[in-house]
């Protein structure tokens, strides 16, 4: 397998310490959990998405764990600005804060909150199963561009986050380009349900979730594909990624990083396995891989 | 491994144990380790952690909407079950269990193991003493209420005064958090922290691992995959028997 | 486990042996094939799909197993006419020739080739990796609702098969109801994309490819539980259906029938397998759980 | 089980073996069974389907677009394979194998298991005819040509003449399907058709019993995953001999 050599990495606007970011809403609650997994090697956490109001989030169930996948309807539950304190520790350290809101001044107020406090934003604008939230606003390009716009006119590096639930995702990458992302993050969880045959109901409180988790890695690589042909930020991928082989196909999709959240799952040691396999001193640069897969398929 | 949806069980009959607490019999058995835990869908209404007080029973306190709800189920109803899932108590020779109101439900599975020499027994009243004869069955049980209606007047702590600890070989609690927080300070004190292994009540909605609502501070371990059941010395300079958190993740004072 | 009472089953105006059809592109594209599925137990097939002349499809590799799913790019090879000779011999069975287009005519040209022949027509506005077919016109509701017209106003019933790479299905499912869709079949393959790390390449000929099998289950049951809600007319549920529980599952969600394709990649006996699990005589009748799944959440 | 992605191999050379059939030597190995075949990558081009003639080769003859494409591969070039797929000469004691062309392919690891007594081997001239000296070196080769530039002048159907069929317990064949046909018709008047195992070729697409671009009539079966190899009395009242289907699926006669 290819392996890279390590180094400094810095993306969209954010330095941080490796390739491998933990994805929001995966032990990003509080201030310990995210130190926790920056202990245990990611190169960078994006919280819990944070919003202008406490949430306690869908009644239970909120999450099943599928053969291949997580399936999820937490509802946003968040401690809003309380979230401010919790991580005041982590000032120093590649923390990006995830925000929704329903419109670009929600999005603006909650951003206003962690000016000088962290690294960056992450726009929720992607999560299939909170009303008014996420993808519900994040499948209309002209809102994107406005909600980004509302945030990264702060001159804080402000990443936008995609959902796949959409006809076409390059209309909302570009959108978010126009915006002023300084990168785009590609997949939120792709819309599903369960229904338990024995409660003749679905699973999950919300009745509607998102699939995370292997299940989604090979519709996240082709979002990242499409995305690496229309826009010009960087992309980081998200969706499914469990192995070094997979941040590397990440990569070759175009992908500058990767978001890492139901792998955790398996093994909260996750990002250590992975940069085991992944970094080695005679590996090769991140840039010779990077969107290395376009244009290539007549060799 | 194949999907981990809850499996459905029917409840074939409810048992009051006391005012306020119940028992629910399911009719299929879990494999499990005392002090580990399930997910328990009420259908229509939320899922909440429940420890097992036996292979095809939970023991439940009311305390809110989702119990409240779950007060109303009766034989015939289904349940959907996920798990068990956590670590359990440690198994010793020679255990102390103390156990305060419904924290005598992941004890007395430990207890019928024949592993538990002497389990103290607290409640607010005798009325609220949960599992007093099957626990007398299986160990050797000391009683404290808080109204002396039974046993000592006092604390379950307070009965710790009259045993001899060096004894034991474990020391394992459960109960309310101001009173597990009073048996950590006592033997704090006494230097065997370390012998004590307390299970810890946080917030749930994953159960996993994954979604972060029940990890503790400064640690950031999980309650619901690297405990519930934590050492006592991992406690002591945490938030425990001071803070937790809400559904949305704000703190709330204990 | 429910179990459903044999009986006869007529779904959008088909009569089919049992509930379980073959889902189109899976073993269908020569009429010895199709009649081996029926033999096998299958209670009815969909064909190859056929469209208006004869296509190769895409250059190799066209289909890559992946651990829980089937990621394919056949790029809709297809003998044309010369299908009609095909499955002559199947006239009386229940066969239901899908078809593909780049506009109406060729919709209702393909149709016309079979009138008096098959028992139903499956349109194919769904397939995610075409150029100029499938879902690159299935995704816009006023085609949809041409393309449907007019195949069903030859009187023989028309489903429609609709993909879910769209933002909101329920727009195309109605689109297919005012066309005179007898049926909606949900869903065909989510658009998905593997690379080679080794090559450094995308692994699919077309780079871009289809997602099946159970990967997409939790897809489905939701495409389904959707369109039920908005939807009068019978739904066909599609998307890793690999068990009689899962059959369930999507009739529970508001499917009358499901189809099976990328199951038959474990065992070609899966229709055999279904029905004994599925069916038993004190089974209750279909209609007591087709949907219920529906308002029950809150029990 | 884990995706099936095509393993990467690089080829460590290549070897003519005549003008219109090269081995390619990969720098891995595939556990399989002789008539076994892979799906072989060729980036950028296309994927088909090739025996295996040993666990790390595949001998290619050049026939159209794709094997032109790989013709043009050397050393240090890399293909992806999935495989091996299907099924595979059955094993006996006394094979007689009867190849034409460059079905020689995948009876020479057939021979190799030293279960063939006997095997015809056919081509149009002597330059054409494939693995001579490996065959010599694991089995009793009896030669024909086309042109009698070796071997017998004729068709390797003529050399079964000389033979006493009844002293192998399996006849097994590959190559050129008019070949086989007539093999297969050969056998039927002998009444030994059940003895009889030919490799059947068919356009492929997905290689594992999927797509239906392979199967046969009149009993659907798929040559990917039912085959490639089926009994002669299978065969008899087939489409084998007669028909084939392109890519599209459209009959084409042999
Ligand atoms: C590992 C574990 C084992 C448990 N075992 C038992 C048991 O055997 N018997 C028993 O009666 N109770 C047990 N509990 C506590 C039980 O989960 C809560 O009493 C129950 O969730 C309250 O739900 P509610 O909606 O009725 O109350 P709410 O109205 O939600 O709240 C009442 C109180 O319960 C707490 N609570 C609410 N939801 C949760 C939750 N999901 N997780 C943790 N605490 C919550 C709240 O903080 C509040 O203090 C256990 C908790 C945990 C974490
Ligand atoms: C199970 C099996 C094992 C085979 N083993 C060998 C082998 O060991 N050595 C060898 O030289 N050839 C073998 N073949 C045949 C080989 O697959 C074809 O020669 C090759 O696919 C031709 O590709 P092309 O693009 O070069 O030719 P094309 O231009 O595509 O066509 C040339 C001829 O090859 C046939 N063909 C094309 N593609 C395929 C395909 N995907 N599957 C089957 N036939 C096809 C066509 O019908 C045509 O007659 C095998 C075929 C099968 C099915
Ligand atoms: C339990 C859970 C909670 C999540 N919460 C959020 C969230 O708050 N905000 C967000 O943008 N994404 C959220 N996600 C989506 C993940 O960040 C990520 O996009 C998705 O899970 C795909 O990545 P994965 O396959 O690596 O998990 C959540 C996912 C899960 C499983
Ligand atoms: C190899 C392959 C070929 C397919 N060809 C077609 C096709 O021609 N027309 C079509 O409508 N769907 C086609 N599909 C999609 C299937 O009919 C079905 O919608 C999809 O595979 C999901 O069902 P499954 O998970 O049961 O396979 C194809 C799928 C596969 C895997
Ligand atoms: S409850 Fe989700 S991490 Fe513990
Ligand atoms: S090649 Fe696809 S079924 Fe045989």
């Given amino acids: 397998m290819v392996s890279i050599r390590p180094g400094p990495v810095t993306i969209g606007g954010v330095a941080l310490d490796n390739h491998l970011l933990l994805a929001a809403g995966i032990l990003g609650t509080t201030g310990s959990s995210l130190a926790r997994i920056l202990s245990l090697g990611a190169g960078g956490v994006v919280t819990k998405s944070i919003g202008p109001l406490p949430k306690d989030g869908h009644a239970g169930p909120c999450v099943v764990v599928l053969e291949n996948g997580v399936l999820n309807a937490m509802g946003l539950p968040n401690p809003s600005n309380a979230f401010v304190d919790e991580i005041a520790p982590l000032a120093k350290k590649p923390v990006i804060v995830s925000i929704f809101g329903g419109n670009p001044d929600e999005f603006a107020l909650v951003a206003s909150w962690f000016e000088g406090k962290v690294a960056g934003f992450e726009l929720n604008l992607s999560c299939p199963h909170a009303d008014g939230y996420g993808s519900a606003i994040g499948t209309d390009p002209s809102i994107v561009e406005a909600c980004t716009r509302a945030v990264s006119r702060s001159g804080i590096p402000t990443w936008v986050k995609l959902t796949p639930n959409v006809t076409d995702i390059t209309a909302i990458g570009k959108a978010a380009e126009r915006g002023g992302a300084g990168a785009i993050v590609a997949i939120n969880t792709v819309k599903a349900m369960r229904i338990s045959t024995a409660m003749g109901c679905p699973v999950l409180g919300n009745r509607y979730g998102g699939l995370s988790g292997s299940a989604v890695f090979s519709i996240a690589v082709r979002c990242v594909y499409e995305l690496y042909e229309e826009c010009k930020i960087p992309i980081i991928g998200c969706g499914g990624v469990s192995t070094a082989d997979n941040v590397i196909e990440m990569m070759m999709a175009g992908a500058c990083a990767v978001e890492i959240g139901s792998a955790a799952y398996n093994d909260i040691k996750v990002f250590e396995i992975i940069k085991a396999d992944l970094y080695s001193k005679d590996g090769i640069t991140p840039e010779e891989i990077i969107g290395c897969a376009h244009g290539r398929s007549a060799v | ?254």
């Fill in chain 2, 1 to 254: 491994m194949g999907d981990q949806l809850s499996e459905p069980v029917s409840i074939l009959r409810v048992k009051k144990e006391t005012p306020l607490i119940r028992t629910f019999v399911f009719d299929r058995s879990f494999a499990f380790s005392p002090g580990q835990f399930v997910m328990v869908w009420i259908p229509g209404v939320d899922e909440i952690p429940m420890a097992l007080s036996s292979e095809k029973t939970i023991t439940v306190q009311k305390a809110g909407d989702a119990t409240n709800a779950l007060f109303t189920f009766g034989a015939g109803d289904k349940l959907g079950i996920r798990g068990p899932f956590g670590n359990g108590f440690t198994k010793g020779d020679k255990i102390l269990a103390i156990a305060g109101g419904v924290g005598a439900a992941p004890l007395l599975p430990l207890a019928r193991e024949d592993c538990v020499m002497t389990l103290l027994l607290g409640a607010r009243t005798e009325e609220e003493l949960l599992f007093v004869d099957q626990l007398d069955e299986c160990t050797d049980v000391m009683i404290a209420t808080d109204d002396g209606s039974l046993g000592m007047h006092g604390y379950v702590t307070d009965l710790m005064d009259d045993l001899n600890l060096g004894a034991y070989d474990r020391i394992s609690v459960c109960g309310p958090e101001v009173m597990m927080r009073a048996v950590l300070t006592r033997v704090e004190e006494k230097g065997i922290a370390h012998k004590t292994e307390f299970s810890v009540h946080r917030y749930m909605k994953c159960g996993v691992g994954i979604c972060g609502s029940c990890c503790i501070d400064p640690s950031g371990l999980r309650v619901c995959r690297d405990g519930p059941v934590f050492s006592g010395e991992m406690l002591l300079k945490s938030e425990f028997g001071h803070y937790m958190r809400d559904a949305s993740g704000r703190k709330k004072n204990i």
